[in-house]
Structures are given as C-alpha cells and as structure tokens.
C-alpha cells in the first residue's frame, strides 16, 4: 500500500524534537512532503534538514499535495488551522490540547466530520511500549479488581515573557492542560471512563505573568467503575526529581511504571502479581526498551486508519473528551467542590 503523503504545521518545538525525527520519517507507511512555521530561521533550517518545501503559511501548504498535516502549534491556532486542512479535504492529526475549551474542540470534530476527513488527536503515550503491556496485563485481570490508580507528569517550566504555554487564553490552562491531559487520558485508556474530579492548584514556584495559569496541581478521580484515582502534573518539579509514571494496586497485586510519561519511549516497569486477594509476590523491576518508539507507532496506526478508512485509534472523542475533564478540573478548582464530568456519547 502507497506511503501517505505528510505535511507539518507548526515544524519546531514538539514536531522538530520527536514526531518527525521519531514518528513521520521512519514510519513504513508515511513520507513527509511539507513542513510550515512561521519562524522564518527554522522554516529554513528544516526545509534543508528534511529536504522538502517549507513554507510561511497554512494556505501555502495545503497547496502541496497531501494525504495528512500534523498541527504541532500552540493551541490557540488549532481551529483554524484543523478547519482549513478539512476544506481542503486533508486527514489531521492535531496535537493536545485539541482546542482551548470544549465548545472549540467540538466545531473542529463537526469540521472534519462534515468534511469527510478523519481527526485524530496527538496522545501519543497511549502507543508507549510499557503502557501496551500494562493495558494487556489489566484487561487479563492480573491485579483483579483495581482499587486505586496514580499518575504523573511533571517538568521545569520557567517564567519566560510572552511564552503562549504561559498565557490562559493561548495555551487554555497551566500545568493541568499541558501535562495532566496525557495523565487523564491514560487512565481512561486503561480504566475506563472519569465520571467525578476535586482538583486542587497552585502558583508556587513559577510567577507567571497570567496569575490564571497554574504551575501545580493535584486532582482526585473517581471513575465509573468507582476505582479511585489520583494525578498530579508540575511545571515547577526538576526532570530528574519526576517519577512520570503510573501505578495500579488492585486486590492481586500492582503494576507501577516509571519515566513512562513523557516524551521518551524507554523506563521502568514494575509487577507484583498474587493468586489469590490479600497475596502477591515481591515486586519485580525491569527495565523497558524504547520499541517500538511511540512517536512512530503513532505515526504508522494514523497512517493505516485512513488507509484502512477505520476510526482513528486516538479520536477527536478522546480530544473533547480531555477537553471536558480539563473543564471540570478548573471548575472544582474554582468551587472547592467535587464536579461531574460529562459523559462522552456512545
């Protein structure tokens, strides 16, 4: 089957790191025609780097040829950027946040629907290795009935002028909407659906300009299976001082993961698996090999959806999802309540 054709809006930050690098120029079933930035050095830079057309604009890519654009920009460009690549009858794959509150998430799907294109969303560590495996191992019932489940993400993101990830009406939020999105969207991978969150957030470290972003924040889940459920997220914790990990204890045992949630595809994963409720074994720690590399597992299951005309394995679902949860986090965080989140249609 032909390689889709793949062009990258917004070609610095996340996408010149990782997802091209990583995920778009190894995949066996993408190639990489176009890139887009607006910065005028990287746009250069990576149009020799790759050896591809790069270009200023939206408009000027969408004139290549194409199968999909990757939008790897800040979030407040998404809308209008999915919605002209859904015109042009272009496939998007759109980076997380999807959008800055529900409402926008929820025009950008209707977009692409009516449009006949598929949006998938770029939650890239539901693909990690050790995360498959942990998902295999709770859909066996290893641990039994889960009791509790524990996530986190953290990093240093210091105060910088200007910088859109700092700014609540560019970036939708602080902490919570950049790295807990990953944390939610994990656990309802692997759990099932969040019916209830109590968030608590901070400004502790970091003083950011707009007083609305939080560098810290901590939330309790409750999910409708009724397992308990805690994630945390930090912009104001060292890389080297993070666990990023999950960790699952039920009735039989546990499952912990570490360094898992970030933007590397290696880490550590521990088991201890018991025969009967109230037993396990010692827990046993190994370490986790980068393969595949999620950015191209990514990649490559995006690739084959549209080939195959299957829904995209991480929907636009899952991006109003998130957006959902996120508005449900910074109303309990507002109110000191306990808030409901609203079910996703079936």
């Given at each position: 089957?032909?390689?889709?054709?793949?062009?990258?809006?917004?070609?610095?930050?996340?996408?010149?790191?990782?997802?091209?690098?990583?995920?778009?120029?190894?995949?066996?079933?993408?190639?990489?025609?176009?890139?887009?930035?607006?910065?005028?050095?990287?746009?250069?830079?990576?149009?020799?780097?790759?050896?591809?057309?790069?270009?200023?604009?939206?408009?000027?890519?969408?004139?290549?040829?194409?199968?999909?654009?990757?939008?790897?920009?800040?979030?407040?460009?998404?809308?209008?950027?999915?919605?002209?690549?859904?015109?042009?009858?272009?496939?998007?794959?759109?980076?997380?946040?999807?959008?800055?509150?529900?409402?926008?998430?929820?025009?950008?799907?209707?977009?692409?629907?009516?449009?006949?294109?598929?949006?998938?969303?770029?939650?890239?560590?539901?693909?990690?290795?050790?995360?498959?495996?942990?998902w295999k191992w709770l859909e066996a019932d290893r641990i039994s009935t889960p009791i509790v489940a524990r996530a986190q993400l953290a990093c240093w993101h210091p105060a910088a002028k200007g910088h859109w990830r700092q700014v609540r009406a560019l970036g939708g939020g602080g902490s919570l909407a950049d790295l807990a999105l990953h944390c939610f969207d994990l656990l309802e991978f692997l759990l099932g659906p969040i019916s209830h969150v109590t968030a608590l957030t901070g400004s502790r470290v970091q003083r950011y300009e707009d007083h609305a972003v939080e560098d810290c924040a901590v939330v309790a889940v409750r999910f409708e299976s009724d397992v308990l459920g805690m994630v945390e997220s930090y912009f104001n914790v060292p890389d080297a001082a993070a666990w990023n990990g999950l960790e699952f204890t039920g009735t039989h045992g546990g499952i912990r993961t570490a360094h898992t949630i970030g933007q590397q595809s290696g880490g550590l994963l521990q088991t201890s698996f018991g025969r009967a409720a109230g037993r396990a074994s010692e827990w046993k720690t190994r370490s986790f090999e980068p393969k595949p590399n999620m950015y191209q597992a990514q990649i490559e299951a995006f690739s084959r959806c549209i080939q195959r005309d299957t829904e995209p394995p991480v929907s636009a679902v899952a991006g109003v999802r998130g957006m959902k949860i996120l508005a449900a986090c910074y109303e309990s965080a507002s109110t000191g309540r306990t808030v409901a989140v609203p079910a996703s249609p079936q």
């Open positions: 089957m032909k390689s889709l054709r793949w062009g990258v809006i917004g070609a610095g930050g996340i996408a010149r790191r990782r997802t091209v690098p990583e995920g778009i120029l190894p995949a066996k079933n993408a190639r990489l025609v176009a890139v887009m930035d607006r910065n005028a050095h990287t746009r250069a830079a990576l149009g020799q780097l790759y050896g591809v057309p790069a270009v200023a604009t939206v408009e000027q890519l969408l004139e290549v040829p194409l199968d999909v654009v990757y939008v790897a920009t800040p979030t407040f460009q998404h809308e209008p950027q999915v919605r002209a690549a859904a015109a042009a009858g272009v496939h998007v794959l759109c980076e997380k946040p999807l959008a800055l509150d529900v409402e926008q998430a929820e025009r950008m799907t209707a977009a692409c629907r009516s449009a006949g294109v598929k949006l998938g969303v770029g939650y890239m560590m539901r693909f990690h290795p050790a995360h498959q495996q942990v």
